[in-house]
């Protein structure tokens, strides 16, 4: 079992950058591949970006791709969601979630083990 928790959210100006980081603990962080997820006011939730255990492979959703970066410090247990040129559509909860099934993409939450509690990410206009 694994323990997620998110942080770096915050209030940001439409352009600005964050980057959000997922630490985990109780288990060994490179048996799991990750996925950062999203919740608009309103709206279900939606992917956003995908990473291999190993760092080696990464999707995105289209509605980021080119501004938001994803990666992996497996030493520091930690994962990484860079995002840039921020806009007032990316306000949500953004949850990092852990998939033992660690090669395979997947973009169906129901498809991750284990989740976070989620920070909240406010872009201004």
């Known amino acids: 079992q694994v323990q997620l928790v998110e942080s770096g959210g915050g209030l940001v100006q439409a352009g600005d950058s964050l980057r959000l980081s997922c630490a985990a603990s109780?288990?060994?962080?490179?048996?799991?591949?990750m996925g950062w997820f999203r919740r608009a006011p309103g709206r279900e939730r939606e992917f956003v970006s995908w990473?291999?255990?190993?760092?080696?492979?990464?999707y995105y959703s289209g509605s980021v791709r080119g501004r938001f970066t994803i990666s992996r410090d497996n030493a520091k247990n930690t994962a990484y969601l860079q995002m840039d040129s921020l806009k007032p559509e990316d306000t949500a909860v953004y949850y990092c979630?852990?998939?033992?099934?660690?090669?395979?993409?997947?973009?169906?939450?129901?498809?991750?083990?284990?989740w976070g509690q989620g920070t909240q990410v406010t872009v201004s206009s």
């Open positions: 979630a852990a998939r033992r099934s660690k090669r395979t993409y997947s973009d169906q939450g129901a498809d991750y083990d284990y």
């Open positions: 109780g288990s060994t962080f490179s048996s799991y591949a």
């Open positions: 990473i291999r255990w190993d760092g080696g492979s990464t």
